[in-house]
């Protein structure tokens, strides 16, 4: 799939000024949620962001967000649709180190995503998630060759691919009662706003910081 199709080029335009992680690492962590809850709006993704420390996506990130996970949603419900489902990751028109960086990144983001849901495992989606993990401990140098070539990767972002598949089947939950944020007022200031108007002191620690901000390795 080109980058013009997968919405790689669309991704990478929109958020292009917003650096916190990379679009495959969001996009992982986006379908992670999507595969145990159901789509929310923007505000509510706005504030789970905000949980997370995350910077203030653009209005148009933010759409595109909100979008692209309902469309997620819509797919992985149908059993055929569902296995048509793609990380979002460059096509093979880049070089193998750039893919699999973003695969590793996708994967990364995928568990950060399903674990703030919160949601049981059964032993075949523990494996799984136990294999995923090894797909985000990946280290490699910017001039060190993939160990397998073109080969490996493609098994390795087959097997990524077919994770939220496998993981769509179960029962979604509303991100609003997540543990994460629940019984925070979704309709209520963000920090950054209270920051502004002097009712919060300037700096908060943050809440969770495993996404590996600005660390694109």
């Known amino acids: 799939m080109n980058d013009n199709i997968s919405g790689w080029n669309t991704w990478s335009t929109v958020f292009e000024e917003w650096t916190d992680v990379t679009i495959s690492e969001l996009h992982g962590f986006m379908t992670g949620m999507m595969t145990a809850c159901d789509a929310p709006d923007e505000q509510v993704w706005a504030t789970v962001l905000e949980e997370l420390s995350f910077s203030p996506l653009p209005e148009p990130a933010l759409t595109l967000l909100a979008e692209e996970a309902e469309d997620t949603v819509f797919q992985l419900k149908d059993k055929d649709d569902a296995y048509a489902f793609a990380p979002l990751v460059p096509d093979d028109e880049h070089d193998l180190y750039e893919r699999v960086m973003a695969l590793k990144q996708w994967s990364n983001g995928f568990m950060t995503g399903f674990g703030i849901t919160d949601s049981h495992l059964t032993s075949e989606e523990n494996e799984m998630l136990i294999d995923l993990a090894k797909i985000g401990g990946i280290r490699l140098e910017d001039d060190e060759d ?12 087959e097997f990524a691919r077919m994770v939220p598949v496998s993981f769509a089947t179960r029962p979604r939950k509303p991100v609003k009662d997540l543990p994460l944020i629940a019984g925070l007022a979704i309709d209520a200031k963000t920090t950054k706003e209270l920051q502004a108007e002097g009712k919060l002191p300037k700096r908060i620690p943050p809440v969770i910081d495993i996404m590996n901000k600005n660390n694109p390795s």
Not at 150 to 156: A, D, G, Q, V
């Open 146 to 157: 993939f160990e397998g070539g073109e080969e490996s990767y493609l098994h390795l972002y």
